[in-house]
T-cell receptor, first 117, second 116 residues
Framework: AQKITQTQPGMFVQEKEAVTLDCTYDTSDPSYGLFWYKQPSSGEMIFLIYQGSYDQQNATEGRYSLNFQKARKSANLVISASQLGDSAMYFCAMRSLMDTGRRALTFGSGTRLQVQP | GAVVSQHPSWVICKSGTSVKIECRSLDFQATTMFWYRQFPKQSLMLMATSNEGSKATYEQGVEKDKFLINHASLTLSTLTVTSAHPEDSSFYIC????????????FGEGSRLTVL
């Protein structure tokens, strides 16, 4: 079984500052993928960044970077230079890469980020 | 990038009626589609996994006779909420996979169901 834990129900950050959203995970699979999604009030799920368990380097996508610490089973999202449009719900998720027939994502409880001007 | 379209984006229906939600992959063949349910201010919970041409696999606690899933083609999966009741009101969202490890899974826009 897989489990994702996001311990920050809500976070505030000042515009233009960096913020880290925490995510820890638990899985018995040797091969897995870790994801971060942004969900604005409209409800759509916006893919931000992906990290494979065997990737040697931390993933980066523009202002988003994933601080992957495999030994600690953590996959924190770092957003640099926060913008007002970053205010949204953020979900950490994972899926096993072992079973090609079943690749559903398991989601954490989410963190609501509010960027203040 | 790949696009998944979900329709309708919102629907209001009377208690006891059935509602069908469509999930289409527009520019790729989705061998597997996933249906999630999200209550307000909560996370996404997997309801079922559908593979093209076979019966859906439902998560524990999800009534398969209540939530009918059909994945008749590689580009279309449907979720039918039968005899809907107010407690079925929720945000339903689908995601699609090509079956290969491309990292990203593609989500539809979601469908907000309100049962009166």
């Amino acid at each position: 079984a897989q489990k994702i834990t996001q311990t920050q129900p809500g976070m505030f950050v000042q515009e233009k500052e960096a913020v880290t959203l925490d995510c820890t995970y638990d899985t018995s699979d040797p091969s897995y993928g870790l994801f971060w999604y942004k969900q604005p009030s409209s409800g759509e799920m916006i893919f931000l960044i992906y990290q494979g368990s065997y990737d040697q380097q931390n993933a980066t996508e523009g202002r988003y970077s994933l601080n992957f610490q495999k030994a600690r089973k953590s996959a924190n999202l770092v957003i640099s230079a926060s913008q007002l449009g970053d205010s949204a719900m953020y979900f950490c998720a994972m899926r096993s890469l072992m079973d090609t027939g079943r690749r559903a994502l398991t989601f954490g409880s989410g963190t609501r980020l509010q960027v203040q001007p | 990038g790949a696009v998944v379209s979900q329709h309708p984006s919102w629907v209001i229906c009377k208690s006891g009626t059935s509602v069908k939600i469509e999930c289409r992959s527009l520019d790729f063949q989705a061998t597997t589609m996933f249906w999630y349910r999200q209550f307000p201010k909560q996370s996404l919970m997997l309801m079922a996994t559908s593979n093209e041409g076979s019966k859906a696999t439902y998560e524990q606690g999800v009534e398969k006779d209540k939530f009918l899933i059909n994945h008749a083609s590689l580009t279309l999966s449907t979720l039918t909420v039968t005899s809907a009741h107010p407690e079925d009101s929720s945000f339903y969202i689908c995601s699609a996979s090509t079956g290969f490890d491309t990292g990203e899974l593609f989500f539809g826009e979601g469908s907000r169901l309100t049962v009166l």
